[in-house]
Structures are given as C-alpha cells and as structure tokens.
C-alpha cells in the first residue's frame, strides 16, 4: 500500500522569506500524481501545485514549486516571497495512475504554516 | 460557476442514530469522492462515485454507506453513530475519471456525535 509521510507538524516562516515543506511517498508504482493541496483555516481545500511521474520537469505554479525526486521518492514544496494569506494546512497527497483507485488521494498528516508579520 | 456545496455544515447526533450528508458537485462534473478528516487519523478515502456506480471504497465498515443520483449529487449515510465517527466530512468533485483530473472540495460537514 502506498503511504505519504510529511515529517513536519508544524513550520514558520517570516513574510517575503522562502520555505520548503517535506514530503516523501512509499510506493511501488513507476506512474502516479503527486499534489499539495493547502486548506485554510476556513476548511476549504484547495490545490496548489500537482506533479505527474513520468515527467522530470519540476511543477511551478507562481510563487509555488516542488522539488520532485522520483528515486528519492520525494515532494517537497517551495513557496517564495511568502505571504500573510499563505498560512494554512499543507497536505501531500499522491494518486495511482493505474487500476480503480484513480479517484483515491492518499494523504500525508499535513504541515501547519504559520507566517509571522 | 458554482463551487462544490455540502449539506448541512454542521450536525450534532447521539450515539445510534444515523445521520445522511449531501453533496452537489460542480456543474457538469460526473465524479464524487468522499474523505474523513479527524485530528488523529488525518484525512481518509470513503468512496468514490461516478456515473451513479461506486468506483472505489475505502477501508470502512459497512456502516459507511453512500450513492450518488443521476444528477451527479451524492449522499453519504452512516448507520449507527459512534463516537469516534465526528469528523469532518469533506466531499469533492471531478470531471470524469480521467487519471490527472482535478478534485475540488466542499467546504466539508462537520459531525459530532455525543
């Protein structure tokens, strides 16, 4: 069974400053999703950022890029310029590519971003 | 467009009872998935509808239950409530099962069961 680990409970970082949150992922698949999603304290989640496998180009979305190393089996998020709206839940999440599970995020516990003024 | 709404936000049930969620899936998507998300277990797959049919079932007993109408909306229903089922309920949607589509969420139900 694949698992998502994000070793992290909880991280800061000062506004305008970069951070980088962890995330590995155990699987024995060669074709998969990988995603984070944010959620606010308001509980609505959202996506931010999402990688598929099969390609080596690292995923960026504005102030928002991963770190995808697929030996490793490693995620990690990196927000630039952080902002005061950025604070929230980050979860990993990894999808198969493969089977009836397609509809199955598989979550990692979440990282709690506070952004410090 | 209107985003994924979930009925109602708030429910307060006691041991036993049962209790029935509701989710409308943004127009014109087919899918629905269903997650539980407490403090200790993080968030959890329940199931996942599309075109009426379950696709997918997590691990959960049978006292998890679900179904989705020919309009896409789905219902989850929980049979004999126990404590540990408060949770945050949260539902999301997709186009199709397409394998790199996009879920939106719902802003989630939020259970307690006393």
């Known amino acids: 069974a694949q698992t998502v680990t994000q070793s992290q409970p909880e991280m800061s970082v000062q506004e305008a400053e970069t951070v980088t949150l962890s995330c590995t992922y155990d699987?024995?698949?060669?074709?998969?999703?990988l995603f984070w999603y944010k959620q606010p304290p308001s509980r609505q989640m959202i996506l931010v950022i999402r990688q598929e496998a099969y390609k080596q180009q690292n995923a960026t979305e504005n102030r928002f890029s991963v770190n995808f190393q697929k030996a490793a089996k490693s995620f990690s998020l990196k927000i630039s310029d952080s902002q005061l709206g950025d604070a929230a839940m980050y979860f990993c999440a990894y999808r198969s590519a493969s089977g009836g599970s397609q509809g199955n995020l598989i979550f990692g516990k979440g990282t709690k971003l506070s952004v410090k003024p | 467009k209107a985003g994924v709404t979930q009925t109602p936000r708030y429910l307060i049930k006691t041991r036993g009872q049962q209790v029935t969620l509701s989710c409308s899936p943004i127009?014109?998507?087919?899918?629905v998935s269903w997650y539980q998300q407490t403090p200790g277990q993080g968030l959890q797959f329940l199931f996942e509808?599309?075109?009426?049919?379950?696709?997918n079932k997590g691990n959960f007993p049978g006292r998890f239950s679900g179904r989705q109408f020919s309009n896409s909306r789905s219902e989850m229903n929980v049979s004999t409530l126990e404590l540990g089922d408060s949770a945050l309920y949260l539902c999301?949607?997709?186009?199709?099962?397409?394998?790199?589509?996009?879920?939106?969420f719902g802003p989630g139900t939020r259970l307690t069961v006393l």
């Open positions: 699987t024995s698949e060669s074709d998969y999703y």
């Open positions: 509808y599309f075109s009426e049919t379950q696709r």
């Open positions: 999301a949607s997709s186009l199709v099962l397409a394998q790199n589509n996009e879920q939106f």
């Open positions: 127009s014109g998507h087919r899918s």
